[in-house]
C-alpha cells in the first residue's frame, strides 16, 4: 500500500508468508516488551527451589490483524533474549530506588541467556444485536496458540462488554494479541462520541512449555513444576474517544506452578 510508511513497506516486503490476503481490512502491528519474573521472598540470595525462578525477558514483535466483518485473524511473531542481557536486574534496581523499595537480592540465580521466539495466532468472532442504539451490548469470543521456546500453548475464551458506544473493535483486555484498539475498525472518526463500557473476560490456556517456569531450553538452570491447565478472569471499565481508549482491569489468575503460594492476582492500565 503505497500510503504505508516506508519502513512498513519495507517490512511487508520481507514477511509476505505472514501478511493476510483476502480480507475487508488489515493493519500491521509493532510491539515492545519487557518482562521480569522474581520469587516472593526479595531477602533472599540462594536458590529458592520451591518458587519460581528469576527471570527477564526482552522482546520485539510484529503481528499483523486481518479483519472481514466480525471476524478477525491475528498473528504474531514475538523474538528477543531471555536471561541477564534483558537487564531484569538493573531495570527492577532502578525502579525500586526511585520507589523507595527494597532490591530484591537473589538476580544471581537467574536464567541464563536464550535467544527465543514465538508465533501467536488467535482468531476472534464479535456477537452483537442487529439493533444499535446508544446503549448496547457485544461479546468477543477467542481461540489459538503459540509456538515457540518462549512459550506454548492452546487457548480459548471469550468477553462480555455492556456500555454506551461500543467501540467497533475485539475487545478490551490489553493482555492478549489484538485485545485492545490495534485492531482495524470501521468507526474512529476523531471527533465522534464519548465512549464507555464495562467488560468481563475470561481465557482458558493448556501451556506446554513456559521459559520462565521450566527453565532454560539447552542449559542447566532453576525450574518449577509448571501447571498444565491455566484459567483467568478479568473485569474492567473503559472510555473511548476517537482513535483513543483507556482501560483499566483487575484480573485473578489460578496458580501457574506446584507450590505455589498465592494465586496471581494483577492490574492493567
Not at 542449559?219 to 478472569?233: L, P, Q, R, Y
Request: proline content about 6%; overall charge neutral.
Amino acid at each position: 500500500d503505497p500510503c504505508l510508511p516506508r519502513l512498513a513497506r519495507w517490512v511487508n516486503g520481507y514477511l509476505n508468508a505472514l501478511t493476510p490476503e483476502g480480507f475487508e481490512q488489515q493493519n500491521m502491528v509493532a510491539t515492545f516488551a519487557h518482562a521480569i519474573f522474581t520469587p516472593t521472598d526479595f531477602t533472599r540470595s540462594d536458590l529458592i527451589v520451591d518458587d519460581r525462578p528469576y527471570a527477564a525477558a526482552l522482546l520485539v514483535g510484529l503481528g499483523y490483524n486481518a479483519r472481514n466483518g466480525d471476524h478477525l485473524r491475528t498473528t504474531q511473531l514475538q523474538f528477543g533474549i531471555v536471561g541477564p542481557s534483558a537487564r531484569g536486574e538493573q531495570v527492577q534496581n532502578e525502579v525500586h530506588k526511585m520507589l523507595g523499595d527494597e532490591p530484591f537480592q537473589g538476580w544471581d540465580n537467574q536464567l541464563r541467556d536464550e535467544p527465543v521466539f514465538r508465533i501467536v495466532h488467535e482468531r476472534m468472532r464479535r456477537f452483537s444485536p442487529e439493533e444499535k442504539g446508544t446503549w448496547g451490548w457485544d461479546a468477543i469470543t477467542h481461540y489459538g496458540g503459540s509456538l515457540g521456546n518462549l512459550a506454548t500453548y492452546a487457548n480459548a475464551g471469550a468477553e462480555l462488554r455492556f456500555g454506551r458506544h461500543l467501540p467497533d473493535d475485539f475487545g478490551s483486555t490489553p493482555l492478549r494479541p489484538a485485545g485492545e484498539n490495534t485492531a482495524p475498525t470501521r468507526s474512529r472518526s476523531p471527533g465522534g462520541p464519548v465512549g464507555f463500557h464495562l467488560f468481563l473476560t475470561t481465557d482458558a490456556r493448556w501451556v506446554l512449555r513456559d521459559i520462565t517456569l521450566d527453565g532454560n531450553t539447552w542449559k542447566d538452570s532453576h525450574s518449577v513444576d509448571k501447571k498444565s491447565f491455566v484459567g483467568e478472569v478479568g473485569a474492567g471499565l473503559a472510555i473511548t474517544k476517537g482513535r483513543w481508549k483507556f482501560a483499566l482491569a483487575r484480573y485473578y489468575r489460578s496458580r501457574e506452578f506446584e507450590g505455589q503460594q498465592e494465586a496471581p492476582v494483577f492490574g492493567s492500565f
